[in-house]
């Protein structure tokens, strides 16, 4: 599990590279496709900043979006609002999506915070996990179902940007 740092955004050098860069206001999506911001790899250097791999759940941990949570669908560093949660050979992208999904109402009941309520990375691992019956899961095979969901979303991404290049020729 990783708590991210923002780089210092003062410094030009650090910002509008390659490298994916996600805030917690983009966890409002299912799943995280094309991320907005970028930083360089001096940046990811110089900041405590991890990459997240491609398939880490993602969570919101303050503010508006405290709660969020997203699949990440490639590989991404977070601001300091965001908790990465990297999948292993025990618990699945899909389950982890799903499970704290089910059970973020329950994480935040042990939020903190005065003026602004938050919940810290320890609220999101200590609660427990039941580890799910693997012939179960073979059985529902969620990833064919959360593939097919990507497969839509990028295909409406596309197809909203064939209508914006069709309605900017259009009125041209």
């Excluded at 409002?28 to 907005?36: C, D, E, G, V, W």
């Excluded at 050979?89 to 005065?114: A, P, R, V």
């Excluded at 179902?145 to 009125?171: A, C, G, P, W």
Aim: proline content about 3%; charged content about 20%.
């Amino acid at each position: 599990m990783e708590l991210d740092v923002t780089p210092n955004t003062a410094k030009s050098e650090y910002l509008g590279g390659d490298i994916a860069w996600i805030n917690s206001g983009e966890i409002n999506k299912f799943r995280i496709i094309s991320p907005t911001k970028y930083i360089t790899k001096l940046g990811l250097q110089k900041s405590n900043t991890k990459l997240l791999p491609k398939g880490s759940v993602v969570v919101a941990i303050t503010g508006a979006t405290l709660g969020q949570v997203s699949l990440l669908e490639t590989d991404s560093c977070a601001n300091q609002s965001v908790v990465g949660i990297i999948p292993n050979l025990e618990f699945s992208s899909e389950f982890l999506y799903l499970w704290i999904k089910f059970n973020i109402d329950k994480i935040i009941l042990n939020q903190t915070g005065g003026a602004q309520q938050h919940i810290n990375k320890n609220d999101i691992a200590n609660y427990p996990i039941i580890k799910p019956n693997k012939e179960y899961l073979k059985t529902i095979n969620l990833k064919v179902y959360f593939d097919r969901i990507s497969h839509n979303t990028k295909e409406i991404l596309n197809l909203q940007q064939m209508r914006d290049l069709v309605l900017r020729k259009i009125f041209e």
